[in-house]
């Protein structure tokens, strides 16, 4: 039996970029598998934002665990380098990012809610095809995204067919956007906003040129972080109509909105409201 090729070996030798998705940040709403990854990392790439949900519970070492270069260790003595990301610095962190793992080092990118979802993963892989990195290994860890954890808050407004539209138009221009909006909102689906600190009254606008104005609207804030977001956790259910009146409840980026079909309907219980969008063509006895 033949042992490893230098190629493989030398594979062996190297670490692996997770991409990992947090969710809201909060211990409770992420993963067994992201909370493994971030706390056997090597290296922790994270915003001042995510590094202090992180260290709430432990994921990452306390502040006062840190030394002035961000290495940080552990209460069994490992030491993690800690990173701080920002918007302006995603190319150049993506490259460092690689090179960590050239040095057999395990590097946790850490991204909320979910990466594939307006995250990061598709700039490393696209800083992967630019600077020929196929000797990455890279590994993309799921989380909990603001669709979901909105619609959990509420009630089960995407249990039918749903799509999800960014606002932003910093890499898309408006006209897709609208152009976008338009066909989800005659098409029949139940459509989450993201980035609503941008243009949601626009938005909300198009959708009503093609959609009721009583469809029912939920607006939900910081889904899953209860206190610990930037505004607090919140949900308020109100109609199309009289969404864009609304303002004073769309608190920036961690605003998602939900807007509902013909088919969503309200559940009233005893001390709540509830959004539901049936599955559509069965009744009770088809269960």
């Known amino acids: 039996m033949t042992g490893p090729t230098e190629n493989q070996a030398d594979r062996e030798a190297d670490g692996t970029l997770y991409v990992v998705g947090i969710g809201p940040g909060l211990p409770d709403h992420m993963t ?107 590994e993309i860890v799921p989380g909990l995204t603001a669709a979901l954890g909105g619609s959990a808050n509420v009630g089960a407004p995407l249990c039918n067919d749903f799509c999800t539209v960014s606002l932003s138009d910093k890499w898309r221009g408006w006209d897709e956007i609208e152009e976008k909006l338009r066909a989800a909102a005659i098409s029949g689906f139940v459509i989450v906003l993201y980035n609503c600190w941008r243009n949601y009254e626009q938005a909300v606008d198009i959708v009503r040129e093609e959609r009721i104005d009583d469809a029912y609207v939920a607006i939900v804030n910081d889904a899953g972080r209860e206190d610990a977001g930037r505004n607090g956790e919140s949900h308020y259910i109100t109609t199309l109509g009289e969404a864009a009146d609304h303002d004073d409840k769309v608190s920036g980026m961690g605003t998602s909105l939900i807007i509902g079909n013909h088919e969503t309907e309200t559940w009233r219980s005893d001390d709540r409201t509830y959004l539901v969008t049936p599955r559509g063509g069965r009744d009770i006895d088809d269960f």
Request: no cysteine; proline share 2%.
């Open 32 to 138: 067994k598998r992201a909370t493994e990854v971030i706390e056997s990392a090597d290296v922790i790439i994270a915003s001042s934002l995510y590094q202090e949900f992180l260290r709430a519970d432990g994921t990452i070492p306390a502040a006062e665990r840190t030394d002035e270069d961000g290495i940080a260790t552990r209460e069994d003595g490992f030491e993690q380098e800690i990173v701080r990301s920002t918007m302006g610095r995603q190319v150049e962190l993506a490259r460092a990012a690689f090179d960590y793992v050239r040095e057999g080092k395990d590097v946790a990118h850490v991204s909320g809610g979910d990466p594939s979802v307006y995250g990061k993963s598709d700039l490393i892989f696209r800083m992967a095809e630019e600077d020929d990195a196929t000797d990455v290994s890279i």
